[in-house]
Every structure is written in structure tokens, then in C-alpha cells.
């Protein structure tokens, strides 16, 4: 009698695939066979409860295994046999096959593999195969490397995203919508190469002359009928950029952004112990930039931003700055009527924290400067 485990099927998971999502070459798959079983043949077979095969095989498909070869009575089925049997292994053997597809439903799905054993006689074991999708794609860092600059200059924008597959390329595409007072906001298809952490680097192609926000988009597909997409916001700011709003009917010319705003900012050094500030209520919609300098010996420093808007339908979020390196950026949204709250955490440090506010409207952004624990975060 054998053991269930004479049969083992490798990966445990395959990523669904459809459409721009497939893989063009397919996926392997594993089988290992143990030393003790005298295998002539193997078949390979999954269910099919739906109306489409959810593991298919084409003229690619093949086994890789020198003196096996395959062939395909049926979608979801491989067979393979010996052609020209090598000596008996002193180890178990492993069955590679290549060029298996995968559909575009997720879930668990049954692999049967029944073994040849000679005439009359068969094992088989049934194993789990997990189809699964990818992971929710997530922007993070979407900053310009520079957050001011002079008129008719191309900002550079930063920022990570997913990591690129073995090949160099990212299973889905970016997209940049730009927004001033000239044009109305248009998205364009990026062409980007990360590298292999997925940190990446653009810079715009059109010279600015004011100030403009910049909204990221990444999509990319996960199986026949759904998408999953990650969104990022920030801005650049044009000295002596026209940023008026033109002439309107009911008040004239007006100013769609005015003078930054230097707000108190939060330290944490040995004369100088206020590591939170607590805002008051903002009085109206505006932009919060917050800049992390670290000393050029000083570990990692931590800045954490708590926003609070005054609505019942908005959650609280919360923000995090941590880094050793020269310089980092933030940009909060914040909404009119919200309480925000900037503390600096960990030693003492000589790390300085420059915050300003930007208001889409008008009203300064006050707060007070304190000390506090981490608990009270």
C-alpha cells in the first residue's frame, strides 16, 4: 500500500491569469514522485465546476524531465510517460511541467494525480492547488524630488510602487493626471521602469508655470472581470507662478492659493522638549507640507501626522515620516473644520521639522506647541 505522500504537487499556489494578466509562457508545475514507487505513467486531472477550465494546457505545455513526454487528451488533463526510461533514480523524482495556464477565477482547486504502477495497478492522491490574485497594488512615498520650483522648470516625481516581475515589467500600467488653472486635468499613460524594489522616477514633461497638483494612478488586472488600483496626490509649487483663478462673475479676480503659511512645528532636543504640536480647528480646505531634516549622524527619526475631520462619514488617518536620509516630503489633504496633531518621536534628536500650510481658501492654521508621550498618540 502507498503512503498518500508518494505523491507531492508543487507550487501550492498559482496566480489567476486572463487577458494582458497572462502569463505568455504559463506556469510550472512540480510533481515528485517517491523513490519507492515504480511510476510508468502519471495523469494529471482537475474538476472543472464552472463553465471555463480553470487549468488549461496548450501547444507549449510540455515536460522538461529527460525520458518523460506528455500529451493532453482534454483540457485540465495531462498525461505523461516514459519515452525511454532512465535507470531507476537512487532518490525520488521530480516531474516538471511547463506551460500550464490558469484561469481567471480564484479559489481552491482539486489536482488529482493517479500513478501507473504496472498493469492493473494505480495510485492516487488528490491534492490543493490555490489560485489567488494579486496582491492590492500600494503607492507609497509620491513626492517631488523638489517641492518648490521656478517657473518654467519640469519637476521630477518620485515615488514606490509594485515590484516588476523577473523580466523587468510590472503586471499593470500607470497613469498621471496633472491639474492647474490653464488646462483641464488630463490622464496619460506613463512609460516607467522601476527598478527591482519598485522605486521609480519620472520626470514631467512640460515645463510649469504655476503651481499644480499631480494625481498617480496604478491599475492592473486580477482576473476577467475585476481591477485593482492604488491612487497617490501631491504638488509642486511654482515661485512666481500665476495662480489665479481667473475672472469670475461674482467677485472678480481672486486667488486660488495664497502665501504659504509657516505653522509651529514640533521638536525634541535636549533645550527644547515640545515634541507635539496640536492644530486647531482648520479654517477651511488646504494642503499641509510637512518637511523631515535629520541630522546627517542621526539614526532614524520618526514624524507621525494624525488627521481628525469633522465629519461622521471620514475616519481618522494617520501618517508616518521615518528616515535617516537627507530630506523627506509630506502632503496631507486637509479638510475644512479637521484637527491635526504632529509629534516627533523617539531620543532626543536635533532633527528639525518645517511645516506650512497651503489654504484653498482663506484663514491662517494656528496651533499649540506641547509635550507628550507616545501613549497620548
Same mark, same amino acid.
Given at each position: ?46 474538476? @472543472?465546476? !464552472?463553465?471555463? %477550465? ?6 507549449? *505545455? /510540455?515536460?522538461?524531465? $529527460?525520458?518523460?513526454? +506528455? #500529451? ?28 500550464? @495556464?490558469? !484561469?481567471?477565477? %480564484? ?6 494525480? *493517479? /500513478?501507473?504502477?504496472? $498493469?492493473?495497478?494505480? +495510485? #492516487? ?253
Amino acid at each position: 500500500m502507498t503512503s498518500p505522500a508518494a505523491l507531492q504537487l508543487y507550487p501550492a499556489t498559482l496566480p489567476c491569469t486572463h487577458g494582458e494578466n497572462t502569463a505568455p509562457t504559463g506556469h510550472t508545475l512540480r510533481v515528485r514522485i517517491d523513490s519507492d514507487l515504480p511510476c510508468h505513467a502519471l495523469r494529471l486531472e482537475t474538476a @472543472h465546476p !464552472g463553465t471555463a %477550465p480553470r487549468l488549461t494546457t496548450d501547444d507549449t *505545455t /510540455a515536460v522538461t524531465t $529527460p525520458g518523460w513526454h +506528455t #500529451t493532453r487528451p482534454a483540457p485540465g488533463t495531462i498525461h505523461a510517460h516514459h519515452t525511454d526510461p532512465p535507470p531507476p533514480p537512487d532518490g525520488h523524482t521530480w516531474l516538471e511541467l511547463t506551460g500550464v @495556464h490558469t !484561469g481567471p477565477d %480564484p479559489g481552491p482547486l482539486e489536482v488529482t494525480l *493517479t /500513478a501507473d504502477l504496472g $498493469p492493473d495497478h494505480t +495510485t #492516487t492522491t488528490v491534492c490543493r492547488l490555490e489560485l489567488t490574485t494579486p496582491d492590492t497594488p500600494k503607492i507609497t512615498g509620491f513626492t517631488p524630488e523638489k517641492l518648490t520650483i521656478e517657473r518654467d522648470t519640469q519637476p521630477v516625481l518620485l515615488w514606490r510602487g509594485p515590484k516588476p516581475g523577473e523580466d523587468g515589467t510590472l503586471p499593470g500600467e500607470y497613469f498621471l493626471q496633472r491639474t492647474d488653472s490653464k488646462q483641464p486635468p488630463a490622464e496619460k499613460k506613463l512609460s516607467v521602469k522601476p527598478d527591482k524594489e519598485g522605486y521609480c522616477r519620472y520626470p514631467v514633461d512640460t515645463k510649469l508655470t504655476e503651481t499644480t497638483a499631480f494625481l498617480l494612478r496604478y491599475s492592473v488586472k486580477a482576473g476577467q472581470h475585476q481591477t485593482l488600483e492604488d491612487r497617490a496626490v501631491t504638488f509642486v509649487i511654482v515661485r512666481e507662478g500665476d495662480i489665479h483663478a481667473g475672472d469670475l462673475s461674482a467677485n472678480g479676480r481672486v486667488t486660488l492659493l495664497a502665501t504659504p503659511q509657516e505653522c509651529p512645528a514640533p521638536a525634541n532636543s535636549e533645550t527644547d522638549k515640545n515634541n507635539c504640536v496640536d492644530y486647531d480647528p482648520a479654517p477651511t480646505d488646504g494642503i499641509l507640507a510637512v518637511k523631515l531634516r535629520p541630522p546627517s549622524d542621526s539614526p532614524q527619526v520618526t514624524v507621525k501626522v494624525i488627521v481628525d475631520p469633522d465629519s461622521a462619514d471620514t475616519h481618522r488617518y494617520v501618517r508616518e515620516l521615518s528616515t535617516a536620509a537627507p530630506e523627506v516630503n509630506l502632503q496631507l489633504p486637509i479638510p475644512r473644520a479637521a484637527t491635526c496633531r504632529i509629534a516627533l518621536l523617539g531620543e532626543p534628536t536635533t532633527a528639525t521639522v518645517d511645516v506650512h500650510w497651503f489654504a484653498l481658501g482663506s484663514g491662517k492654521l494656528t496651533g499649540k506647541r506641547k509635550q507628550c508621550d507616545q501613549g497620548d498618540l
